[in-house]
């Protein structure tokens, strides 16, 4: 895959103003047809936020790659940038596709239209990511590369001290989750909801096992998710308590979809970013410490950009959007710098090089490599250089 995408930024970039024109006509024509639809304003709530989350992560993704070459051609470090960094954009766009066409079998009017409009939005994100962006990067005036980070002295803390960090960051998140029981809704339209989140990471599993070549990771990323989701369901049960005491019924649908897309798009770069690291020759601890290091920027400016969507939605007063603000919020912060800049260290220093256990009989079953390490793309510019 990462060859494919190093083909696709570079024709995009020799031939960037095509590209732009007709990604215009599209938006054109999209401004002019979506109107038509008559969607409920209700149901776009989640793709908005959605489209929000991915255009944040896939161009910070690309961006951070681009600065990490220092080639002195243009186009051909754009190029080279899509090759390692497209494979954990698509990766991560594919990740969000299952649960939405899950929303899509329900039946029900309000989440069949979530659902498809996500599924839309998402797939014209990552269409744009690996095509728009590097024919506008190919505009734009080169800029020296900067030393990629490979050291972070909060990640190198919690990797010094794995045990107790792990047991405090559990335990808050443990806290957090407490008033999920009292979540009480206006309806008992959401007895899917169960059934909806079992599938969903049941397949969400599979996805990250393809994806990482390993079974414990995909187990640890799927574990830390449900311990996000716990959290930001229990906070968003003390914030209904607060106002008129009934959640909409879909708002833990919600939530759950929106922090399941932010936690799939870091926990696929900080893989990316130490399946990398591996590939460049580092031991497995000095892996994981690069990884974090480059994926932190991501991640941060992720969680300020939804933050302050959040105290929008706040301020719109609007019965659903206002109380699914701080739920976003909590949720994405939690996400970010407790399970995935604290807990993941943790844990991926205890089990160390067995993480990246895979059974050769699993192996052969998982079909599709996308190749988050580039190592295609190295051993195709080693031979057509």
């Known amino acids: 895959m990462s060859v494919t995408l190093y083909g696709i930024g570079a024709y995009c970039c020799r031939h960037r103003g095509l590209v732009a024109a007709i990604w ?3 938006l054109l024509a999209a401004c002019v047809v979506v109107p038509r639809f008559g969607l409920d304003p209700r149901a776009l709530a989640l793709p908005w936020i959605l489209a929000l989350v991915v255009a ?10 681009l600065r990490d070459d220092p080639s002195p051609n243009r186009n051909e470090t754009i190029a080279r940038a899509m090759g390692a960094a497209g494979p954990s954009v698509v990766c ?14 329900t039946g029900q009017d309000f989440l069949v239209t979530a659902g498809l409009t996500t599924f839309a939005v998402v797939l014209v994100a990552m269409i744009a990511a690996v095509t728009l962006v590097p024919a506008l990067l190919a505009f734009t005036t080169p800029r020296s590369a900067r030393r990629a980070r490979t050291e972070s002295r909060w990640v190198a803390f919690v990797m010094s001290h794995p045990v107790p960090v792990l047991a405090t960051g559990t335990a808050l998140l443990a806290v957090m989750a407490l008033g999920l029981g009292d979540l009480r809704l206006a309806q008992a339209e959401t007895g899917f909801l ?3 989140l079992v599938l969903m990471l049941m397949l969400t599993y599979q996805h990250l096992a393809m994806a990482f070549r390993s079974v414990l990771l995909a187990i640890i ?8 989701i716990a959290a930001t369901l229990g906070i968003l ?15 833990p649908v919600i939530a759950i979809i929106v922090v399941f897309g932010v936690a799939m798009d870091h926990q696929i770069f900080l893989g990316a970013g130490i399946r990398s690291a591996l590939a460049d020759g580092l031991d497995p601890e000095a892996a994981v410490r690069t990884g974090f290091a480059r994926s932190r920027p991501v991640m941060a400016v992720s969680a300020l950009v939804l933050t302050v969507v959040s105290l929008v939605l706040v301020a719109g007063g609007k019965p659903l959007t206002g109380m699914l603000g701080p739920g976003i919020a909590a949720g994405v912060l939690l996400d970010v710098f407790v399970v995935r800049m604290t807990l993941m260290p943790a844990v991926l220093t205890l089990l160390g090089p067995r993480v990246w256990w895979l059974p050769r009989p699993l192996e052969r ?5 996308f190749d ?6 190295r051993d195709h510019l080693r031979t057509y250089p």
């Open 221 to 228: 990323s799927v574990a830390g998710y449900l311990l996000s």
């Open 194 to 196: 169960p059934l909806y």
């Open 56 to 65: 944040v992560d896939y161009g910070s993704r690309i961006l951070t790659a």
């Open 92 to 105: 991560a766009a594919m990740a969000v596709f299952p649960p939405m066409l899950q929303l899509v079998m």
């Open 365 to 369: 079953t998982l079909a599709l490599d």
């Open 237 to 251: 049960a003390v914030v209904v308590s607060l106002g008129d005491d009934r959640a909409h019924p879909l708002l």
């Open 24 to 26: 215009l006509a599209v």
């Open 372 to 377: 988050l390490e580039s190592g295609k793309l």
